[in-house]
């Protein structure tokens, strides 16, 4: 890749890259590349560039190059993630090591990720999430799921916790937590636990940014159970994007400052 001579390198904007988890179904590149295009359409005249931990290119350390190769000494990396698990805690950081290791200086501000990291919920995300289960249930429901991909690491489980809790709160429902892996509840039991115990309208947010097979089995098996209705991923809903372009503008990131 080959991006332009960078404007902060002329004391303009610096460049942006969002890191995606990354899939084998080409549907979840395609929407980081649809969320990439709506940030930069968002801020005109910045440079935002998509890359992936896995399974598509390129990578972050491959961007990042890239960019202090033209003339960049400065780039601002916004994790893609929900929670601060592995990926963001060792991936990423082992990404950005890698790229200031050699070649032109370039300092990466990293921020954080776009789920509740510090503990607070981010009304941009609770107002993304309220956008896609209206797109798909404008009508009533008397219980929810929030339906997550799923980690092992306890504390990224407790702020999905912290999101269930907050949009139950923002529509005065009863809101659990189910998980496409690594962690039970599967969205189907969660669901019927939800019927079981009264509920006669349950319908399931998808904790998703993008689409893939997880998101896939988790309407398959949540409309199984008797779901309502099961939202679309997040992927370039508005809300998502002024949540990104505030990670941006949030300077309290970790700076990785060149090697050497």
């Known amino acids: 890749m080959s991006p332009p001579t960078g404007l902060d390198a002329a004391g303009g904007a610096d460049p942006v890259v969002l890191v995606a988890h990354g899939s084998r179904d080409p549907r979840a590149a395609e929407a980081t590349r649809a969320l990439a295009r709506a940030v930069s359409a968002a801020r005109p005249g ?4 998509p890359s992936w931990l896995d399974h598509t290119e390129p990578g972050p350390t491959e961007v990042l190059r890239a960019l202090a190769a033209a003339g960049h000494r400065r780039a601002v990396l916004v994790p893609l993630l929900l929670t601060a698990a592995y990926h963001s805690r060792v991936d990423i950081p082992a990404a950005v090591a890698e ?3 050699s070649g032109p200086p370039l300092a990466v501000r990293v921020t954080g990720v776009l789920g509740p990291a ?15 289960l209206g797109e798909v249930c404008p ?7 929030l339906a997550a991909a799923g980690t092992r690491d306890a504390r990224a489980r407790g702020s999905v916790g912290r999101v269930a809790d907050a949009l139950g709160v923002e529509f005065g429902v009863p809101c659990r937590v189910s998980y496409a892996s690594a962690a039970p509840p599967g969205a189907g039991v969660a669901v019927s636990r ?7 309208r349950v319908a399931v947010a998808g904790y998703f940014l993008a689409p893939g ?4 089995a988790v309407a398959e098996s949540a409309r199984a159970a008797g779901a309502v209705a099961v939202s679309a991923p997040l992927t370039d809903a508005p809300e998502v994007v002024d949540l990104v372009l505030r990670r941006v503008d949030d300077r309290s990131g970790r700076v990785v400052a060149p090697a050497g």
Do not use: K, N
Not at 118 to 132: E, I, N, P
């Open 46 to 49: 910045v440079d935002v560039w």
């Open 99 to 101: 790229a200031t290791r």
């Open 118 to 132: 510090d503990g607070s919920v981010d009304a941009a995300l609770l107002a993304g999430l309220r956008r896609r």
């Open 139 to 145: 009508g009533r429901f008397d219980a929810l799921v």
């Open 194 to 200: 939800l019927r079981a115990a009264g509920a006669r």
């Open 213 to 216: 097979l997880f998101h896939d």
